[in-house]
């Protein structure tokens, strides 16, 4: 991983910004981190459902210890990928707070362990006890 800062409005503070006079910087790295929240999210969407549907039609139907083995590895690398976008995310929301991006805030909430689940309900929308449930706002 990269140790290095890169010397963003987020990084330094809009203040400091201000005074350099590239307050205009900040601006753009709001509309930056936008899309890049928006495209981990979408990300993080796509591999709950990869890990939905491995849950539904690998691990479920697996005969042998052999065959299960294979499906979990197969939902831990989808894991690894999961958690990589969901840092990126993550850091994305915590520097839209740096500056001060109140109104994407109510859009970009922080993640809890709950949005992170993979939806079974979701691909078997028949199923029991499914009634009082919630789905994440990542869902909608």
């Known amino acids: 991983p990269e140790t290095m800062v890169i010397p ?7 203040e400091r910004c201000a005074e350099w ?5 900040v601006l753009q790295e709001i509309l930056l981190r936008e899309g890049q929240a928006n495209d981990a999210l979408h990300a993080i969407r796509v591999n709950l459902a990869d890990k939905a549907i491995l849950f539904r ?4 139907s697996a005969k042998s210890q052999s ?10 690398s989808v ?7 969901v840092h990126v995310y993550s850091k994305c929301q915590s520097q839209l707070v740096h500056l001060s991006a109140n109104d994407l805030l109510a859009k970009f909430r ?6 992170l689940k993979a939806i079974i309900a979701v691909v078997d929308p028949n199923a029991r006890s499914q009634r009082n449930s919630t789905l994440a706002f990542l869902v909608y």
Do not use: C, F
């Open 8 to 14: 963003l409005p987020s990084n330094i503070s809009i």
């Open 21 to 25: 006079g590239v307050a205009d910087l």
């Open 57 to 60: 039609t690998m691990l479920r």
């Open 67 to 76: 065959q299960s083995t294979r499906a979990w590895a197969q939902v831990h």
């Open 79 to 85: 894991d690894k990928i999961l958690y990589l976008n």
């Open 110 to 115: 922080p993640l809890e362990k709950a949005d």
